[in-house]
């Protein structure tokens, strides 16, 4: 039932997200289509280039899908292109072999009667080739087609959109209901575009060859089809016109995955719009700090909320400092000389990473400080995001600092450490100390007695071109940054992550409440 109810509550957003997840498959699968059919066709005929080609394709289809999304980043940036180019990749190799093995095992007779009727090869392959092999084709397009849906899901991951951005959003704030709401409809889709594609094939497919199949059954496909191509034709116009009739007066707002930068994310955007004509794109949930920091090199966003420490620590490969002040005019200088990154003071909330254990944990072995937990370590598991535990302003600075030695490291990403937490199944998760999550689970936070954690103040960051252009944003978003508190920012954090409200409500009520929109 909840399951409906957020389907019913926020079905714009689904929609919405419905419709960008078959716009990008559709695109995708045309595009590999395209490229994957004439491929075929060549190894058909040029053998020596047979092993070589599918060789490739299997490598591109055995990488793993978020390693692939990974290393496209650099090179391709965040959005729809790397997305839809990983998906064409991962799309060709059932469509290249089908078409390969379609086209090959053509009986070599018929071949030689269109020769022998004065057939040349172009009238061969056009008129006999590939209309016998169409069935088989269809069947390595029809692979393709369903395994490009789910595919597109995990895209979201690098700010592509579609129903993968409810999926991880769900994880993250642990909303079964919101998860499904990105998983059912993405499943929908998959049987919706098998069925489809299963109807194209029974179309190019000769009547001769199928059973019990009447000119009335190839007449009701037809027209299934013609419905499908309908709608589609829809969404193409619908997307071009949305695309056509964005204002050039832009800013492209992005943030990380995780509740309190879908919140900040929302913060900024909201206040913008509410105080100046400027429109503005959000791109929220891009993933980690590495991710927006690319992003906003390539121009791809325009704006977005960085944290002091990490910036300073991992993005300049200073070493860890407590002096606040320093840091801020490091980053204000290193921003702007080598990125051309404007940086605007430092909001007052200061989200420093924690150590936490259960209640039960920390009466078990009396620990209050980090110390106090390097006496127990080796009997006890750590479960930590992916960052922490490779970071220096995380688990392999705190090895060094405190000689905390775990017995077990493991990485979980999100708000399932938490989860795992309570099950008992790790001892000691990172947090970060705004996290609504640490109110929630009223989870005991270790205290950092030797200072090594560096400070973690909300730090605003705008493209220089950007921040020239539209001097207004700068004191909007600064007023914001002097109301944003550590017990604010908690606050806000916990009303999603506990109350199950979404961010953008949050945000908006937060900024009516403190009189900054209307």
Do not use: W
Request: proline share 4%.
């Amino acid at each position: 039932m909840n399951f409906i109810q957020y389907i019913l509550e926020n079905q714009e957003q689904v929609t919405k997200l419905l419709m960008e997840h078959i716009y990008l498959t559709m695109i995708s699968v045309g595009m590999a289509i395209i490229i994957g059919v004439p491929i075929g066709i060549l190894i058909s005929y040029v053998k020596s280039l047979n092993k070589p080609i599918l060789g490739i394709a299997n490598v591109m289809q055995a990488i793993p899908s978020m390693a692939l999304l990974g290393f496209m980043i650099p090179f391709l940036g965040i959005g729809t292109v790397p997305a839809v180019t990983a998906v064409v990749l991962y799309s060709l190799l059932p469509i290249v072999k089908n078409t390969y093995i379609g086209i090959d095992n053509i009986n070599p007779q018929t071949i030689e009667a269109a020769k022998g009727i004065g057939l040349t090869k172009f009238q061969i392959l056009t008129k006999i080739q590939i209309p016998l092999a169409l069935p088989v084709i269809m069947a390595g397009i029809r692979i393709s087609a369903v395994t490009a849906v789910g595919f597109m899901t995990i895209a979201a991951f690098i700010g592509a959109g579609g129903l993968g951005f409810l999926v991880f959003s769900g994880i993250r704030l642990i909303d079964n209901a919101q998860i499904l709401a990105g998983a059912v409809p993405a499943c929908i889709l998959a049987l919706t575009v098998d069925f489809i594609a299963a109807t194209v094939e029974k179309l190019v497919t000769p009547i001769s060859l199928q059973k019990n199949v009447t000119k009335k059954d190839r007449k009701k496909q037809k027209m299934i089809l013609s419905i499908f191509g309908a709608v589609i034709i829809i969404l193409l116009s619908f997307n071009l016109f949305k695309i056509g009739g964005k204002t050039n007066k832009t800013i492209v707002v992005g943030s990380k995955d995780f509740t309190e930068q879908l919140i900040v994310g929302h913060l900024m955007a909201d206040i913008i719009e509410g105080n100046t004509d400027i429109k503005v794109e959000k791109k929220l949930a891009l993933g980690g700090g590495q991710i927006c920091y690319s992003a906003i090199q390539k121009g791809e966003i325009d704006l977005y909320m960085e944290y002091s420490g990490v910036a300073y620590v991992n993005y300049f490969n200073y070493p860890a400092t407590n002096d606040l002040e320093k840091i801020s005019e490091t980053l204000k200088k290193d921003f702007k000389d080598k990125n051309n990154i404007e940086t605007f003071e430092k909001m007052d909330f200061n989200n420093t990473y924690t150590l936490s254990v259960t209640e039960e944990t920390a009466k078990k072995y009396n620990l209050k400080t980090i110390s106090d937990l390097t006496k127990v370590a080796p009997k006890l598991k750590s479960g930590t995001s992916f960052e922490f535990i490779n970071r220096e302003d995380g688990l392999v600075g705190l090895e060094k600092v405190y000689g905390l030695k775990m017995k077990e490291k493991v990485a979980i990403d999100g708000s399932p450490k938490y989860i795992a937490l309570l099950n008992k199944n790790v001892d000691v998760i990172d947090a970060f100390s705004t996290d609504g999550l640490l109110k929630k689970f009223n989870l005991k936070i270790l205290e950092d007695d030797k200072k090594f954690f560096p400070p973690y103040n909300g730090i605003p960051l705008m493209r220089g071109e950007v921040y020239k252009k539209y001097p207004e944003v700068k004191p909007l978003i600064e007023k914001l940054g002097e109301v944003l508190t550590n017990e604010e920012m908690m606050e806000l954090n916990y009303k999603v992550d506990e109350e199950g409200r979404q961010p953008e409500e949050v945000a908006k009520e937060f900024l009516k409440e403190k009189n900054l929109i209307k």
